[in-house]
Protein backbone atom coordinates (compact mmCIF):
# COMPACT_ATOMS: atom_id res chain seq x y z
CA UNK A 1 0.00 0.00 0.00
CA UNK A 2 1.29 3.56 -1.04
CA UNK A 3 0.71 6.59 1.04
CA UNK A 4 -0.55 9.74 -0.46
CA UNK A 5 0.97 11.88 2.35
CA UNK A 6 3.95 10.97 4.57
CA UNK A 7 5.17 13.52 7.85
CA UNK A 8 8.47 12.71 9.13
CA UNK A 9 10.96 14.09 11.11
CA UNK A 10 8.16 14.82 14.49
CA UNK A 11 7.84 14.54 17.46
CA UNK A 12 4.64 13.10 17.54
CA UNK A 13 2.53 12.76 20.62
CA UNK A 14 -0.22 9.32 20.94
CA UNK A 15 -1.18 7.88 23.22
CA UNK A 16 -0.75 4.63 22.47
CA UNK A 17 1.39 2.95 24.39
CA UNK A 18 3.03 0.81 22.16
CA UNK A 19 4.12 3.67 20.09
CA UNK A 20 4.02 7.11 22.95
CA UNK A 21 7.14 8.48 20.92
CA UNK A 22 6.94 8.08 17.12
CA UNK A 23 8.09 10.38 14.55
CA UNK A 24 6.44 9.47 11.27
CA UNK A 25 3.21 8.68 9.78
CA UNK A 26 1.67 7.85 6.30
CA UNK A 27 -1.84 8.55 5.61
CA UNK A 28 -3.99 7.19 2.64
CA UNK A 29 -7.43 8.03 1.79
CA UNK A 30 -7.74 10.14 5.01
CA UNK A 31 -6.59 7.37 7.55
CA UNK A 32 -3.07 6.51 9.33
CA UNK A 33 -2.22 3.59 7.48
CA UNK A 34 1.72 3.43 9.36
CA UNK A 35 2.70 5.12 12.75
CA UNK A 36 6.23 4.75 13.61
CA UNK A 37 9.97 5.88 13.33
CA UNK A 38 10.93 7.44 9.99
CA UNK A 39 13.18 4.34 8.33
CA UNK A 40 9.70 1.97 8.62
CA UNK A 41 6.88 4.62 7.24
CA UNK A 42 9.14 5.43 4.36
CA UNK A 43 8.45 2.33 3.43
CA UNK A 44 4.79 3.46 2.18
CA UNK A 45 6.33 6.04 -0.03
CA UNK A 46 5.80 5.93 -3.97
CA UNK A 47 6.80 8.89 -6.52
CA UNK A 48 3.69 10.37 -5.96
CA UNK A 49 3.18 10.82 -2.44
CA UNK A 50 3.56 14.31 -1.67
CA UNK A 51 7.01 14.16 1.66
CA UNK A 52 6.97 16.68 4.31
CA UNK A 53 9.55 17.17 6.58
CA UNK A 54 8.24 18.51 10.41
CA UNK A 55 11.46 19.84 11.58
CA UNK A 56 11.22 18.41 14.63
CA UNK A 57 8.10 19.37 15.55
CA UNK A 58 5.71 19.01 18.15
CA UNK A 59 2.58 17.37 16.95
CA UNK A 60 -0.67 15.85 18.70
CA UNK A 61 -4.12 14.08 17.86
CA UNK A 62 -6.35 16.54 16.24
CA UNK A 63 -7.72 18.91 19.21
CA UNK A 64 -11.66 17.94 19.21
CA UNK A 65 -14.10 20.32 21.25
CA UNK A 66 -16.82 18.94 22.52
CA UNK A 67 -19.51 21.33 23.39
CA UNK A 68 -19.10 24.24 20.66
CA UNK A 69 -22.18 26.29 18.71
CA UNK A 70 -19.77 26.20 15.76
CA UNK A 71 -22.95 26.26 12.86
CA UNK A 72 -24.77 29.28 14.97
CA UNK A 73 -21.61 30.67 14.96
CA UNK A 74 -20.26 30.54 11.57
CA UNK A 75 -24.04 32.07 9.83
CA UNK A 76 -22.36 35.19 12.30
CA UNK A 77 -18.39 34.79 12.40
CA UNK A 78 -17.72 37.64 9.72
CA UNK A 79 -20.20 40.13 11.52
CA UNK A 80 -18.98 39.91 14.64
CA UNK A 81 -16.13 42.12 15.94
CA UNK A 82 -14.12 40.01 18.71
CA UNK A 83 -12.33 41.58 21.65
CA UNK A 84 -10.67 38.21 22.71
CA UNK A 85 -7.79 38.66 23.65
CA UNK A 86 -7.61 41.96 23.36
CA UNK A 87 -5.28 43.52 26.28
CA UNK A 88 -6.99 47.28 27.19
CA UNK A 89 -10.24 48.84 26.53
CA UNK A 90 -8.36 51.74 25.04
CA UNK A 91 -7.27 48.95 22.16
CA UNK A 92 -10.64 47.45 22.26
CA UNK A 93 -12.70 50.96 21.55
CA UNK A 94 -10.14 51.81 19.01
CA UNK A 95 -10.88 48.49 17.57
CA UNK A 96 -14.51 49.29 17.74
CA UNK A 97 -14.44 53.35 16.12
CA UNK A 98 -12.50 51.54 13.04
CA UNK A 99 -14.79 49.22 12.34
CA UNK A 100 -17.53 51.70 12.83
CA UNK A 101 -16.14 53.77 10.32
CA UNK A 102 -15.97 51.33 7.59
CA UNK A 103 -19.55 49.44 8.88
CA UNK A 104 -21.78 50.72 6.13
CA UNK A 105 -26.11 51.30 6.87
CA UNK A 106 -27.98 49.22 7.97
CA UNK A 107 -25.31 47.19 9.48
CA UNK A 108 -24.12 47.14 12.83
CA UNK A 109 -20.97 46.51 14.74
CA UNK A 110 -21.57 43.49 17.41
CA UNK A 111 -19.10 42.55 19.50
CA UNK A 112 -20.75 38.76 21.17
CA UNK A 113 -19.09 37.75 24.04
CA UNK A 114 -15.56 35.89 24.25
CA UNK A 115 -14.46 38.77 26.41
CA UNK A 116 -14.51 40.62 29.77
CA UNK A 117 -13.19 43.13 31.49
CA UNK A 118 -10.96 41.61 33.64
CA UNK A 119 -8.45 41.13 30.93
CA UNK A 120 -8.39 44.84 30.10
CA UNK A 121 -5.52 46.51 31.86
CA UNK A 122 -8.54 49.74 32.58
CA UNK A 123 -10.32 46.42 34.50
CA UNK A 124 -13.43 48.14 33.40
CA UNK A 125 -16.35 47.53 30.50
CA UNK A 126 -16.78 50.47 27.79
CA UNK A 127 -19.67 52.74 28.98
CA UNK A 128 -22.38 53.94 27.00
CA UNK A 129 -21.19 57.63 26.92
CA UNK A 130 -17.85 56.51 24.83
CA UNK A 131 -19.49 53.66 22.81
CA UNK A 132 -22.47 56.57 21.67
CA UNK A 133 -19.43 59.03 21.15
CA UNK A 134 -17.15 56.74 18.92
CA UNK A 135 -20.90 55.68 16.77
CA UNK A 136 -23.74 58.41 16.82
CA UNK A 137 -25.49 56.70 13.97
CA UNK A 138 -24.36 52.92 13.85
CA UNK A 139 -26.03 50.69 15.61
CA UNK A 140 -23.66 49.28 18.33
CA UNK A 141 -24.69 46.44 20.66
CA UNK A 142 -21.79 44.76 23.03
CA UNK A 143 -22.91 41.30 24.99
CA UNK A 144 -21.29 40.97 27.97
CA UNK A 145 -21.33 37.72 29.58
CA UNK A 146 -24.81 36.16 30.51
CA UNK A 147 -25.70 39.15 32.31
CA UNK A 148 -25.71 42.39 29.91
CA UNK A 149 -25.99 43.93 26.84
CA UNK A 150 -23.87 47.84 26.24
CA UNK A 151 -26.30 49.72 22.82
CA UNK A 152 -26.53 52.53 21.44
CA UNK A 153 -28.57 55.11 21.08
CA UNK A 154 -28.80 53.99 17.34
CA UNK A 155 -29.28 50.84 18.17
CA UNK A 156 -31.67 51.12 20.77
CA UNK A 157 -33.58 53.18 17.12
CA UNK A 158 -32.86 50.45 15.30
CA UNK A 159 -34.67 48.12 17.08
CA UNK A 160 -37.27 50.38 18.45
CA UNK A 161 -36.71 50.05 22.07
CA UNK A 162 -38.68 53.16 23.78
CA UNK A 163 -40.03 54.64 27.02
CA UNK A 164 -42.80 52.13 26.47
CA UNK A 165 -41.29 48.88 25.45
CA UNK A 166 -42.08 46.38 28.06
CA UNK A 167 -38.94 44.26 29.37
CA UNK A 168 -39.75 40.44 28.96
CA UNK A 169 -39.93 38.24 32.25
CA UNK A 170 -36.54 37.91 33.52
CA UNK A 171 -35.51 40.43 31.88
CA UNK A 172 -34.63 44.68 32.12
CA UNK A 173 -34.23 47.70 30.02
CA UNK A 174 -32.37 50.28 32.13
CA UNK A 175 -34.45 53.67 32.20
CA UNK A 176 -33.12 57.11 32.73
CA UNK A 177 -34.96 59.49 35.18
CA UNK A 178 -37.60 60.14 32.33
CA UNK A 179 -38.11 56.60 31.35
CA UNK A 180 -36.18 56.35 28.33
CA UNK A 181 -34.35 53.63 27.84
CA UNK A 182 -30.58 54.48 28.61
CA UNK A 183 -28.95 51.71 26.09
CA UNK A 184 -28.71 48.97 28.82
CA UNK A 185 -30.54 45.48 28.97
CA UNK A 186 -30.05 43.35 31.78
CA UNK A 187 -30.38 39.42 32.37
CA UNK A 188 -32.75 39.22 35.63
CA UNK A 189 -31.84 36.47 35.17
CA UNK A 190 -33.29 35.11 31.58
CA UNK A 191 -30.97 35.85 28.82
CA UNK A 192 -33.44 35.68 26.77
CA UNK A 193 -33.66 39.84 26.55
CA UNK A 194 -30.38 39.60 25.31
CA UNK A 195 -30.62 37.57 22.50
CA UNK A 196 -34.12 38.37 21.48
CA UNK A 197 -32.08 42.01 21.47
CA UNK A 198 -29.09 40.46 18.60
CA UNK A 199 -31.21 38.54 16.92
CA UNK A 200 -33.63 41.97 15.64
CA UNK A 201 -29.82 42.90 13.84
CA UNK A 202 -29.32 42.43 10.13
CA UNK A 203 -28.07 38.53 9.34
CA UNK A 204 -25.73 37.90 6.63
CA UNK A 205 -26.99 36.73 2.81
CA UNK A 206 -26.88 33.16 2.84
CA UNK A 207 -23.55 33.46 0.23
CA UNK A 208 -21.86 35.67 2.99
CA UNK A 209 -22.69 32.83 5.64
CA UNK A 210 -21.02 30.50 3.46
CA UNK A 211 -18.07 32.47 3.29
CA UNK A 212 -18.17 32.98 6.97
CA UNK A 213 -19.00 29.59 8.07
CA UNK A 214 -15.82 28.89 6.12
CA UNK A 215 -13.56 31.48 7.88
CA UNK A 216 -14.68 30.26 10.91
CA UNK A 217 -13.64 26.78 10.71
CA UNK A 218 -10.60 28.06 9.17
CA UNK A 219 -10.11 30.01 12.69
CA UNK A 220 -10.74 27.11 14.38
CA UNK A 221 -7.88 25.23 11.90
CA UNK A 222 -5.37 27.53 13.20
CA UNK A 223 -5.55 26.51 16.28
CA UNK A 224 -5.65 22.67 15.52
CA UNK A 225 -9.25 22.17 16.11
CA UNK A 226 -10.53 19.05 13.62
CA UNK A 227 -13.27 17.76 14.98
CA UNK A 228 -16.28 19.54 16.91
CA UNK A 229 -19.21 18.42 18.73
CA UNK A 230 -22.05 21.06 17.54
CA UNK A 231 -24.76 21.56 20.90
CA UNK A 232 -27.54 23.30 18.70
CA UNK A 233 -28.30 26.93 20.52
CA UNK A 234 -31.45 29.30 20.53
CA UNK A 235 -32.88 30.51 17.36
CA UNK A 236 -30.73 27.94 15.68
CA UNK A 237 -33.38 25.68 13.26
CA UNK A 238 -33.43 22.61 12.45
CA UNK A 239 -33.12 22.15 9.25
CA UNK A 240 -33.20 25.64 7.83
CA UNK A 241 -30.17 26.82 9.60
CA UNK A 242 -28.31 23.92 9.26
CA UNK A 243 -28.60 24.33 5.25
CA UNK A 244 -25.34 26.42 4.87
CA UNK A 245 -22.99 23.45 6.57
CA UNK A 246 -24.72 20.68 4.77
CA UNK A 247 -23.86 22.68 1.24
CA UNK A 248 -20.30 23.05 2.76
CA UNK A 249 -20.07 19.41 3.10
CA UNK A 250 -21.54 18.02 0.20
CA UNK A 251 -19.33 20.34 -1.89
CA UNK A 252 -16.76 18.91 0.25
CA UNK A 253 -15.31 22.37 1.85
CA UNK A 254 -15.86 20.99 5.75
CA UNK A 255 -12.36 21.74 7.19
CA UNK A 256 -13.79 20.34 10.87
CA UNK A 257 -15.62 17.74 11.17
CA UNK A 258 -18.68 18.37 13.05
CA UNK A 259 -21.51 16.29 14.53
CA UNK A 260 -24.49 17.86 15.49
CA UNK A 261 -27.23 17.50 18.54
CA UNK A 262 -30.87 18.76 18.06
CA UNK A 263 -32.02 21.31 20.06
CA UNK A 264 -35.62 21.94 21.00
CA UNK A 265 -36.86 25.54 20.49
CA UNK A 266 -40.44 25.12 21.16
CA UNK A 267 -41.00 25.74 25.03
CA UNK A 268 -44.06 23.39 26.14
CA UNK A 269 -43.72 21.27 22.75
CA UNK A 270 -40.77 19.74 22.97
CA UNK A 271 -42.10 16.75 22.63
CA UNK A 272 -42.99 17.37 19.26
CA UNK A 273 -40.17 18.59 18.03
CA UNK A 274 -38.35 15.12 19.11
CA UNK A 275 -41.27 13.03 17.86
CA UNK A 276 -40.81 14.89 14.33
CA UNK A 277 -37.14 14.81 14.18
CA UNK A 278 -37.25 10.94 15.06
CA UNK A 279 -39.28 10.58 12.58
CA UNK A 280 -37.27 12.64 10.17
CA UNK A 281 -34.01 12.16 11.08
CA UNK A 282 -31.93 9.28 11.08
CA UNK A 283 -29.75 8.75 14.11
CA UNK A 284 -25.91 9.24 12.96
CA UNK A 285 -27.32 10.01 9.06
CA UNK A 286 -24.82 11.80 7.52
CA UNK A 287 -21.45 10.83 6.93
CA UNK A 288 -17.90 11.29 8.72
CA UNK A 289 -17.30 14.90 8.60
CA UNK A 290 -20.97 15.59 9.05
CA UNK A 291 -23.27 13.48 11.43
CA UNK A 292 -26.03 13.38 13.16
CA UNK A 293 -25.41 13.08 16.97
CA UNK A 294 -28.68 12.40 19.14
CA UNK A 295 -30.82 15.10 21.16
CA UNK A 296 -29.83 18.30 23.32
CA UNK A 297 -28.21 19.99 24.80
CA UNK A 298 -31.83 21.82 25.52
CA UNK A 299 -34.40 19.04 25.78
CA UNK A 300 -37.04 20.78 27.95
CA UNK A 301 -37.14 24.04 28.72
CA UNK A 302 -38.10 23.84 31.90
CA UNK A 303 -35.14 21.93 32.95
CA UNK A 304 -33.00 24.64 32.14
CA UNK A 305 -31.41 26.78 34.44
CA UNK A 306 -31.00 30.20 33.33
CA UNK A 307 -28.71 31.80 36.43
CA UNK A 308 -25.99 34.53 36.60
CA UNK A 309 -23.84 36.06 39.30
CA UNK A 310 -26.29 39.02 39.65
CA UNK A 311 -29.09 36.50 40.76
CA UNK A 312 -29.65 34.05 43.36
CA UNK A 313 -30.24 30.01 42.09
CA UNK A 314 -33.97 29.78 41.01
CA UNK A 315 -35.06 26.07 41.68
CA UNK A 316 -36.43 24.30 38.45
CA UNK A 317 -40.10 24.17 38.38
CA UNK A 318 -41.76 21.20 39.55
CA UNK A 319 -42.99 20.66 36.36
CA UNK A 320 -39.78 19.88 35.19
CA UNK A 321 -39.52 15.76 36.35
CA UNK A 322 -43.00 14.70 34.22
CA UNK A 323 -41.66 16.93 31.27
CA UNK A 324 -38.19 15.97 30.86
CA UNK A 325 -39.40 12.32 31.14
CA UNK A 326 -41.54 12.69 28.37
CA UNK A 327 -39.11 13.50 26.48
CA UNK A 328 -36.06 11.49 27.79
CA UNK A 329 -38.92 8.45 27.45
CA UNK A 330 -38.86 8.92 24.22
CA UNK A 331 -35.23 9.28 23.22
CA UNK A 332 -34.65 5.95 25.28
CA UNK A 333 -36.86 3.84 23.55
CA UNK A 334 -35.82 5.36 19.96
CA UNK A 335 -32.18 4.47 21.10
CA UNK A 336 -31.44 8.04 21.04
CA UNK A 337 -28.34 9.85 22.30
CA UNK A 338 -28.56 13.04 24.09
CA UNK A 339 -27.04 15.75 25.61
CA UNK A 340 -28.57 18.07 28.98
CA UNK A 341 -27.45 21.52 29.66
CA UNK A 342 -26.35 20.80 33.68
CA UNK A 343 -24.97 23.41 35.64
CA UNK A 344 -25.73 22.95 39.22
CA UNK A 345 -25.67 19.72 41.62
CA UNK A 346 -29.35 20.35 42.85
CA UNK A 347 -30.70 19.97 39.33
CA UNK A 348 -28.33 17.13 38.73
CA UNK A 349 -29.78 15.54 41.40
CA UNK A 350 -33.41 15.60 40.11
CA UNK A 351 -32.98 14.61 36.47
CA UNK A 352 -31.06 11.52 37.73
CA UNK A 353 -33.86 10.60 39.37
CA UNK A 354 -35.62 11.29 36.44
CA UNK A 355 -33.20 9.09 34.40
CA UNK A 356 -32.85 6.10 36.96
CA UNK A 357 -37.06 5.78 36.96
CA UNK A 358 -37.09 5.80 32.98
CA UNK A 359 -33.68 2.95 33.23
CA UNK A 360 -35.99 0.85 35.53
CA UNK A 361 -39.02 0.52 32.76
CA UNK A 362 -36.34 0.93 29.57
CA UNK A 363 -32.88 -0.26 30.70
CA UNK A 364 -30.56 2.83 28.99
CA UNK A 365 -28.32 -0.91 28.72
CA UNK A 366 -25.22 1.53 27.33
CA UNK A 367 -27.11 4.23 25.32
CA UNK A 368 -25.12 7.37 25.28
CA UNK A 369 -25.84 10.25 26.89
CA UNK A 370 -24.15 13.67 28.33
CA UNK A 371 -24.51 16.22 30.88
CA UNK A 372 -23.31 19.33 30.00
CA UNK A 373 -20.93 21.78 32.36
CA UNK A 374 -22.09 19.64 35.39
CA UNK A 375 -19.65 22.13 37.34
CA UNK A 376 -20.74 21.73 40.64
CA UNK A 377 -21.56 17.77 40.17
CA UNK A 378 -20.49 15.96 43.81
CA UNK A 379 -18.83 12.61 43.91
CA UNK A 380 -22.27 10.90 44.69
CA UNK A 381 -23.67 12.50 41.35
CA UNK A 382 -20.83 11.52 39.25
CA UNK A 383 -21.44 7.78 40.65
CA UNK A 384 -24.70 8.20 39.49
CA UNK A 385 -23.82 9.02 36.20
CA UNK A 386 -21.17 6.17 35.63
CA UNK A 387 -23.83 3.50 36.86
CA UNK A 388 -26.08 4.85 34.25
CA UNK A 389 -23.65 4.98 31.58
CA UNK A 390 -23.25 8.47 31.05
CA UNK A 391 -20.57 11.23 30.26
CA UNK A 392 -20.06 14.68 31.54
CA UNK A 393 -18.73 17.33 28.82
CA UNK A 394 -16.52 20.40 30.54
CA UNK A 395 -15.83 23.71 29.24
CA UNK A 396 -13.22 26.30 30.70
CA UNK A 397 -15.94 29.30 30.81
CA UNK A 398 -14.44 30.26 34.40
CA UNK A 399 -11.03 31.28 32.73
CA UNK A 400 -13.18 34.35 31.55
CA UNK A 401 -15.63 34.57 34.65
CA UNK A 402 -13.25 34.29 37.52
CA UNK A 403 -12.38 37.57 38.47
CA UNK A 404 -15.98 38.60 38.22
CA UNK A 405 -16.72 36.23 40.93
CA UNK A 406 -13.90 36.85 42.71
CA UNK A 407 -14.16 40.94 43.06
CA UNK A 408 -17.33 39.89 44.70
CA UNK A 409 -16.77 37.52 47.24
CA UNK A 410 -13.65 39.14 47.83
CA UNK A 411 -15.45 42.17 48.90
CA UNK A 412 -17.95 40.14 50.57
CA UNK A 413 -14.83 38.62 52.46
CA UNK A 414 -13.39 41.43 53.17
CA UNK B 1 -14.26 6.81 38.65
CA UNK B 2 -13.93 6.14 34.83
CA UNK B 3 -17.10 8.31 33.70
CA UNK B 4 -16.23 9.66 30.21
CA UNK B 5 -15.22 13.66 29.93
CA UNK B 6 -14.63 15.44 27.22
CA UNK B 7 -12.89 19.00 27.22
CA UNK B 8 -14.74 22.28 25.29
CA UNK B 9 -15.21 25.75 24.93
CA UNK B 10 -19.52 26.40 24.92
CA UNK B 11 -18.00 29.42 22.52
CA UNK B 12 -18.72 31.59 21.15
CA UNK B 13 -20.73 33.77 23.19
CA UNK B 14 -19.13 33.78 26.28
CA UNK B 15 -15.86 32.07 25.88
CA UNK B 16 -13.39 32.14 22.98
CA UNK B 17 -13.07 28.76 20.68
CA UNK B 18 -9.29 28.75 21.40
CA UNK B 19 -8.63 25.83 23.00
CA UNK B 20 -5.65 26.09 24.14
CA UNK B 21 -6.78 29.11 26.75
CA UNK B 22 -8.88 26.02 27.70
CA UNK B 23 -5.89 24.01 28.23
CA UNK B 24 -3.96 26.52 29.91
CA UNK B 25 -6.82 26.89 32.01
CA UNK B 26 -7.44 23.09 32.93
CA UNK B 27 -3.82 23.00 33.94
CA UNK B 28 -2.62 25.76 35.55
CA UNK B 29 -5.56 27.08 37.29
CA UNK B 30 -5.70 30.45 36.04
CA UNK B 31 -8.35 32.83 34.50
CA UNK B 32 -7.47 34.88 31.05
CA UNK B 33 -6.40 37.88 33.45
CA UNK B 34 -3.91 36.19 34.88
CA UNK B 35 -6.27 35.12 38.70
CA UNK B 36 -5.53 31.58 40.20
CA UNK B 37 -8.16 30.19 40.95
CA UNK B 38 -7.62 26.78 41.46
CA UNK B 39 -4.28 24.94 42.63
CA UNK B 40 -5.26 21.21 43.71
CA UNK B 41 -6.96 19.86 41.03
CA UNK B 42 -5.12 21.00 38.11
CA UNK B 43 -4.42 18.57 35.52
CA UNK B 44 -1.35 17.39 34.17
CA UNK B 45 -0.75 18.38 30.47
CA UNK B 46 -1.04 15.21 28.62
CA UNK B 47 -4.38 14.73 30.71
CA UNK B 48 -5.92 18.14 29.41
CA UNK B 49 -4.82 17.03 26.12
CA UNK B 50 -6.37 13.79 26.09
CA UNK B 51 -9.99 15.15 27.18
CA UNK B 52 -9.53 17.55 24.56
CA UNK B 53 -8.86 14.50 21.29
CA UNK B 54 -9.62 10.93 23.25
CA UNK B 55 -11.93 12.05 25.57
CA UNK B 56 -14.13 14.10 23.27
CA UNK B 57 -14.38 11.16 20.65
CA UNK B 58 -16.69 9.04 23.06
CA UNK B 59 -19.51 12.44 23.15
CA UNK B 60 -20.32 11.01 19.21
CA UNK B 61 -19.62 7.68 19.86
CA UNK B 62 -16.50 7.44 17.35
CA UNK B 63 -13.92 6.94 19.80
CA UNK B 64 -12.67 3.94 18.04
CA UNK B 65 -12.18 6.72 14.89
CA UNK B 66 -10.14 9.55 15.93
CA UNK B 67 -9.03 11.06 18.97
CA UNK B 68 -5.42 9.06 18.34
CA UNK B 69 -2.71 8.88 15.83
CA UNK B 70 -2.72 5.45 15.10
CA UNK B 71 -3.07 3.41 12.09
CA UNK B 72 -6.41 2.79 10.96
CA UNK B 73 -8.00 5.99 12.81
CA UNK B 74 -8.87 9.00 10.82
CA UNK B 75 -5.66 11.08 9.69
CA UNK B 76 -6.80 14.05 11.74
CA UNK B 77 -3.55 16.09 13.20
CA UNK B 78 -1.39 19.50 13.73
CA UNK B 79 1.72 20.56 14.15
CA UNK B 80 2.14 23.02 16.78
CA UNK B 81 4.07 26.71 16.72
CA UNK B 82 5.48 25.36 19.94
CA UNK B 83 6.15 22.43 22.06
CA UNK B 84 3.38 21.87 24.68
CA UNK B 85 4.87 19.07 26.33
CA UNK B 86 8.12 21.62 27.25
CA UNK B 87 7.34 25.17 27.47
CA UNK B 88 6.31 27.80 30.16
CA UNK B 89 2.56 27.15 31.48
CA UNK B 90 2.24 30.93 30.03
CA UNK B 91 2.95 30.03 26.89
CA UNK B 92 0.11 27.41 26.71
CA UNK B 93 -2.23 30.20 25.69
CA UNK B 94 -0.03 31.17 22.73
CA UNK B 95 0.14 28.02 20.76
CA UNK B 96 -1.22 27.85 17.24
CA UNK B 97 -0.89 25.57 14.87
CA UNK B 98 1.51 25.60 12.33
CA UNK B 99 0.24 22.86 10.05
CA UNK B 100 -3.30 20.94 10.65
CA UNK B 101 -4.42 18.02 8.70
CA UNK B 102 -7.87 17.10 8.63
CA UNK B 103 -8.90 14.06 6.72
CA UNK B 104 -5.30 13.32 5.23
CA UNK B 105 -6.04 17.03 3.70
CA UNK B 106 -4.14 20.32 4.74
CA UNK B 107 -6.72 22.38 5.70
CA UNK B 108 -4.12 25.19 7.30
CA UNK B 109 -0.44 25.78 6.97
CA UNK B 110 1.43 28.87 8.13
CA UNK B 111 5.21 29.83 9.60
CA UNK B 112 7.56 26.83 8.05
CA UNK B 113 4.88 25.47 6.61
CA UNK B 114 3.07 28.12 5.02
CA UNK B 115 3.91 26.92 1.19
CA UNK B 116 1.44 24.23 1.64
CA UNK B 117 -1.14 26.59 3.04
CA UNK B 118 -4.65 25.97 0.90
CA UNK B 119 -5.66 28.85 -1.41
CA UNK B 120 -7.21 32.10 0.68
CA UNK B 121 -10.52 32.43 0.39
CA UNK B 122 -11.55 36.43 -0.04
CA UNK B 123 -13.26 37.38 3.32
CA UNK B 124 -17.23 38.56 2.41
CA UNK B 125 -18.72 41.34 3.09
CA UNK B 126 -15.15 43.54 2.34
CA UNK B 127 -16.10 45.99 5.29
CA UNK B 128 -16.24 42.45 7.78
CA UNK B 129 -14.48 42.87 11.16
CA UNK B 130 -12.55 39.83 9.54
CA UNK B 131 -11.12 41.64 6.54
CA UNK B 132 -8.98 43.31 9.49
CA UNK B 133 -8.59 41.41 12.41
CA UNK B 134 -9.14 38.01 11.48
CA UNK B 135 -10.12 35.89 14.30
CA UNK B 136 -7.96 35.82 17.76
CA UNK B 137 -5.74 38.00 18.41
CA UNK B 138 -1.87 36.47 18.13
CA UNK B 139 1.02 36.34 16.44
CA UNK B 140 0.49 35.24 13.40
CA UNK B 141 -2.75 37.50 12.51
CA UNK B 142 -0.97 40.75 14.03
CA UNK B 143 1.19 41.76 11.23
CA UNK B 144 -1.52 41.31 8.73
CA UNK B 145 -3.67 43.17 10.91
CA UNK B 146 -1.29 45.99 11.13
CA UNK B 147 -0.16 46.41 7.63
CA UNK B 148 -4.01 46.47 6.82
CA UNK B 149 -4.45 48.40 9.31
CA UNK B 150 -2.46 51.18 8.51
CA UNK B 151 -3.79 51.27 4.55
CA UNK B 152 -7.09 51.09 5.47
CA UNK B 153 -7.03 53.99 7.72
CA UNK B 154 -3.56 56.08 7.65
CA UNK B 155 -3.45 55.72 11.57
CA UNK B 156 -1.37 54.57 14.12
CA UNK B 157 -1.70 50.62 14.04
CA UNK B 158 -4.08 49.44 17.15
CA UNK B 159 -1.99 46.05 17.43
CA UNK B 160 1.15 47.36 17.48
CA UNK B 161 -0.19 47.77 21.26
CA UNK B 162 -1.66 44.70 21.28
CA UNK B 163 1.59 43.54 20.59
CA UNK B 164 4.04 45.25 23.01
CA UNK B 165 1.30 43.53 25.61
CA UNK B 166 1.43 40.08 24.70
CA UNK B 167 3.56 38.38 27.05
CA UNK B 168 4.23 39.03 31.19
CA UNK B 169 4.55 42.41 30.94
CA UNK B 170 2.92 45.71 32.87
CA UNK B 171 -0.68 45.29 31.52
CA UNK B 172 -0.96 41.50 33.10
CA UNK B 173 0.87 42.33 36.44
CA UNK B 174 -2.41 44.55 37.10
CA UNK B 175 -4.60 41.27 37.43
CA UNK B 176 -2.33 40.03 40.52
CA UNK B 177 -3.37 42.81 42.84
CA UNK B 178 -7.12 40.89 42.94
CA UNK B 179 -6.00 38.07 43.32
CA UNK B 180 -3.70 39.43 46.48
CA UNK B 181 -6.61 40.90 47.62
CA UNK B 182 -9.32 38.55 47.73
CA UNK B 183 -10.03 35.43 49.07
CA UNK B 184 -12.13 32.79 46.90
CA UNK B 185 -13.80 30.37 48.19
CA UNK B 186 -12.83 27.70 45.94
CA UNK B 187 -13.63 24.40 48.96
CA UNK B 188 -17.39 25.84 48.28
CA UNK B 189 -17.49 25.00 44.91
CA UNK B 190 -21.42 25.57 44.91
CA UNK B 191 -20.98 28.73 45.78
CA UNK B 192 -18.43 28.82 43.85
CA UNK B 193 -19.58 28.20 40.57
CA UNK B 194 -23.26 28.42 41.44
CA UNK B 195 -22.61 32.26 41.84
CA UNK B 196 -21.96 32.52 38.10
CA UNK B 197 -24.04 30.00 36.67
CA UNK B 198 -24.66 29.79 32.86
CA UNK B 199 -27.27 29.82 30.53
CA UNK B 200 -25.09 29.31 27.32
CA UNK B 201 -27.74 27.22 25.71
CA UNK B 202 -29.90 29.86 25.60
CA UNK B 203 -27.78 31.42 22.81
ZN1 LIG C 1 -25.30 24.67 28.17
ZN1 LIG D 1 0.26 42.32 28.46
ZN1 LIG E 1 -23.62 25.52 25.06
Excluded at chain 1, 222 to 227: D, V
Excluded at chain 1, 354 to 362: A, D, M, R, T
Aim: with cysteine; hydrophobic share 35%.
Amino acid sequence: MKADLILFNGKIHSFNAETPNVTAVAIKDGKFIAVGNDSNVMEFAAEETKIIDLQNRRVVPGINDSHIHLIRGGLNYNLELRWDGVPSLADALRMLKEQVDRTPNPQWVRVVGGWSEFQFAERRMPTLEEINAIAPETPVFILHLYDRAIMNRAALRAVGYTKNTPAPPGGQIERDSNGEPTGLIIATPNAMILYSTLAKGPTLSYEHQINSTRHFMKELNRFGITSVIDAGGGFQNFPDDYKVVNELNEKKQLTVRIAYNLFTQKPKHEFEDFEDWIDTVKLHQGDDMYRHNGAGEMLVFSAADFEDFLQPRPDLPENMEAELEKVVRLLVENRWPFRLHATYNESITRFLNVFEKINQEIPFNGLPWIFDHAETIDERNIERVKNLGGGIAVQSRMAYQGEYFTDRYGAKAA
Amino acid sequence: MEVPVGGGSDATRVSSYNPWVSMYWMTVGKTVGGLQLYNESRLSRETALELYTRGSAWFSQEQAKKGDIRTGMFADLVVLDRDYFNIDDEDIKKIEADLTIVDGKIVYANGDFSSFSPPHIPILPDWSPTNIYNGYPTRSNLQSAIEKNSKATAKPSLTSQIHSCSGSCDVHAHSHDVARMSNVPVNNYNAFWGALGCSCFAF
